[in-house]
């Protein structure tokens, strides 16, 4: 039973943006990112954060046309994968649930439509990265039409949802790490105006 007095936590770490750029004779898309502060934020029962491994600090994806979800799932390297943890540092007897969303940015530039771009998050094991149930097939961007259970605002988008759970008597610290790949989608038609789409990503959590 989720208590009615459990903080939820937002924490916003990271800009995406796909520009699509039409040339005379070349038309090519421009993949970029810039990442903001990652800090802790405190919830009654511990901390919540999301940290950038250092290599993704800076992310520069150039002269990328459309692609299929095949080649898509199987991006690799800088600039094409943006690695990061959820990581909690937990009071003794206590469980939390979270969730992992996109948000879109406001830009004034002309924006691609929410199903011309593709996201795709896979969670790290001691065998490697795995499928996500919600992107297992890559997906557009599908807003919440409202607030999730967990606080995820209304317009963003779902990505994972996640327990971790400390049933020690001393606090313990969990993490997990993700793997997120997000391109153009094969099917986008590209024009003569130069279009952009901008994500956030938030972690929403609540105690239980």
């Known amino acids: 039973m989720i208590q009615a007095e459990s903080k939820k936590i937002i924490l916003s ?3 995406i943006a796909i ?3 039409a040339f005379v004779g070349v038309s090519y898309a421009a993949f ?3 990442f903001s502060d990652s800090n802790e934020n405190g ?3 511990g901390t919540i954060t999301l940290l950038f491994d250092d290599n993704t600090s ?3 994806m150039q002269n990328a046309m459309p692609i299929s979800n095949e080649l898509g799932k199987k991006l690799e390297g800088d600039g094409n994968v943006y690695d990061f943890t959820v990581h909690t540092n937990l009071s003794s007897n206590t469980t939390i649930n979270y969730e992992i969303s996109a948000e879109k940015i406001d830009d004034t530039q002309e924006s691609l439509t929410d199903d011309s771009v593709r996201l795709y998050l896979q969670k790290k094991t001691k065998d490697g990265y795995i499928d996500t149930p919600i992107t297992k097939n890559p997906q557009p961007f599908i807003p919440l039409s409202n607030s999730s259970f967990l606080g995820s605002k209304k317009g963003s988008m779902v990505l994972y949802s996640g327990t ?3 049933t020690t008597e001393d606090s313990q610290e969990f993490s997990e790490q993700f793997r ?3 391109w153009v989608a094969e099917d986008t038609i590209i024009d ?3 279009r952009g789409f901008k994500i956030k990503l938030n972690v929403t959590a609540k105690a239980v």
């Open 13 to 15: 770490i990271l800009f």
């Open 19 to 21: 520009l699509i750029i």
């Open 32 to 34: 970029t990112t810039a």
């Open 43 to 45: 919830i009654s029962t």
């Open 58 to 60: 800076s992310v520069s």
């Open 164 to 166: 971790f759970s400390n």
């Open 180 to 182: 997120l790949r997000m």
């Open 192 to 194: 003569s105006v130069s």
